[in-house]
Structure formats: C-alpha cells, structure tokens
C-alpha cells in the first residue's frame, strides 16, 4: 500500500534518535542491554506475596487467535491418540506403549510473542544498520535467537489505560502520549523508573472475540502513538521492553500522518526496544487494581527459533 500523500519513514524519521552503535557493531538484542544483574537482583526484591500470573493467551482458543492482517490463526493438529492402535497403524514399542503426538503450524508472531530487532525496517537497514538484504530467506542479523538466548528479567509496571480512562476497553485507534502514561501512574500510584518493563493494559482485543471477523472492518487499533517527544523520553528512560495486550503495540495508522507502525521503527529499529504484543493482562490487571500494587517482577523467554523474526512466549509476573 503506497500512498503519495503520506511521508516516507525514512522523511519523517530523519532527525529521530537512534542507539546504534551504542551497543557495538554485532549487538542484536537493543535495549535489553539495560538490563543487567543491577536490575535483576532489584526486580526480585518486589516479590512479596508470591501471587505469580502468567501472560500468554492460549494458543489454539476455540474462539480464534487476535492476528495481525494477513496471518491466520495457528492449526494444531493430532498425529497420534489412542485411535491409532484401534487398528493396527500405531507404532508397535515393546510392553504395549501407547502415547500422543501433535504439530502446530503457526506464524510466530500468531499470539503472545515477542518481535526480533530485525523484524521491521526502512531505508534498507535494520537496527543496528545491518543491511536489510540480511533478512532473505531468514534473519541473518537481529533475529528473534540472541533475545531467546538472552532472556528478558527486571522490574515492569502496569499501566492500565483502560482503568485509567474509566473504560471497559480503549476504541479502535484510540490514541495515547507518554504524558498520559505518566499521568496514569501517578493516577495509580507508582513510579516509572529509568530501566522499566512497560506493560499497557487497553483491553482491547476483548472486542476480538465478540465482534469475530468484523473486528478486522476498518482495522486500526488503539495505542502509542509518534511524537518526537515520545521517542525521545523512551530514549531517555531506556526502556529495555514495551509489552501490550494489542496486535501492534501502537495505534496502526498515526492519525497525523498515515503512516503505518511508526513506532515499530522509531522505538524498534532506532532505539532498540523490544516489542512484545498480544499479552493476556486480565489476570494481573484485576490483581493490581485490588492490592493497588502496580510494580511486580516480570520474566519472559521466547522460543529460541534460528533466524526468526519473532517468537512465542508465556510471559511470567510475581508480585
Ligand atoms: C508487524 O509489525 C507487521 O507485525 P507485529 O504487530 O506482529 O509486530
């Protein structure tokens, strides 16, 4: 989709800042460089009462997986069950072994998952200026693997926009600022501090499930939305990781410009934050609207996938 009216990233991000380099000439995992034993040792000292959630949707839901345009949701399929040795095309194993196998044919990024650096670009770069040719026939350069193997532990919030905004769920392309982010913890009373995980509730896929297909009528969904101002307070509060419970993080199409996932590229490619989307946050929002403790201990690790441009995940929060 190519329209002449809207400005070219490479225009409109021109003067955005970047980290590359920051990090030398072969780092692939960004921000997550923020993240060290300091913050490790710190985010474990805000586990109190032991309450641990977890984050991911289920694959597989009977009622369809919330995917972006274009991919379709995972098919999991049952090789062998008990009806295999109704007759006789069961594997034979000595002592009359019996068992269940299954395959799932999924996109990465189908559910809960997080994006590789190099999942998206412009101008021919990725992050870190890795030559965008680099992704042919698989990432050669900032793929999903040096995250996986990384891990990804310290200290998140949430903050509830949903909540905050007295809603059940944000609309479609409902925008916000890091000025109402702030204005949200403070509403909640937490402190957002350099190095934190930020995790945003909008709610918004709950409409996934009770609209079906026409949810993807008009698609635009809420979220962040571009500012230079934004950009640059992420950059200033080096956050490692942006966690949503949305298809992309930020509102589809940027109401000033048209443009497509400008923030993918600003915070993603330029400064090396890491995107993880399509979070189950029901659970944890519930339990931090109750004991109005907003900060907790967050740990992921996608799937190691060679080359991959994202990859699944089961998130874990402990409070
Ligand atoms: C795209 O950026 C196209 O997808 P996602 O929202 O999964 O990052």
Redesign the pocket.
């Known amino acids: 989709m190519t329209d002449s009216t809207v400005p070219p990233l490479d225009e409109l991000l021109k003067d955005s800042p970047t980290n590359w380099g920051k990090w030398g000439p072969d780092d692939e995992v960004g921000g997550l460089n923020y993240l060290g034993p300091e913050q490790v040792v710190a985010a474990a000292g805000l586990i109190s009462s032991g309450k641990v959630f977890t984050l991911q949707r289920l694959i597989g839901d009977p009622k369809g997986d919330p ?2 345009p ?2 379709t949701p995972a098919e999991r399929t049952q090789i062998l069950d008990e009806s295999n040795w109704d007759g006789d095309d069961g594997p034979a194993f000595p002592g009359g072994l019996h068992y269940a196998d299954d395959k799932i044919n999924a996109f990465l ?1 189908g559910s809960t ?1 997080y ?1 590789a650096l190099g ?2 670009w412009y101008g021919g770069q990725l992050w870190n200026g890795y030559d965008a040719r680099t992704t042919i026939g698989g990432l050669d350069k900032a793929s999903i693997q040096p995250i996986a193997e990384r891990g990804v532990v310290g200290r998140a919030v949430l903050l509830d926009m949903a909540r905050f905004r007295g809603k059940q769920t944000l609309a479609a392309a409902e925008t916000y600022t890091h000025e109402d982010l702030l204005a949200c913890a403070e509403a909640q009373g937490v402190e957002l501090r350099k190095r934190d995980i930020l995790v945003i509730r909008t709610n918004y896929l709950q409409l996934f499930f009770e609209l079906g297909e026409k949810f993807y009528e008009g698609f635009c969904e809420p979220g962040l939305v571009y500012s230079p101002e934004l950009v640059q307070w992420f950059a200033d509060m080096e956050i490692p990781n942006l966690v949503t419970d ?4 930020e509102v589809t199409f940027d109401p000033n410009n048209g443009v ?2 400008v923030l ?1 590229n600003a915070l ?1 490619r330029n400064l090396g934050v890491t ?1 993880t ?2 979070a189950d946050l029901e659970g944890l929002a519930a339990d931090c609207a109750e004991d109005g403790r907003y900060e907790f201990f967050y740990a992921a690790a996608p799937l190691k996938v060679a080359q991959g441009s ?1 990859a699944p995940v089961n998130p874990i929060a402990i409070k």
């Open positions: 995917v972006w274009g991919r990024q998952q994006d999942h998206v949305t298809i992309a993080n497509a996932l993918h993603m995107l989307e399509i994202g």
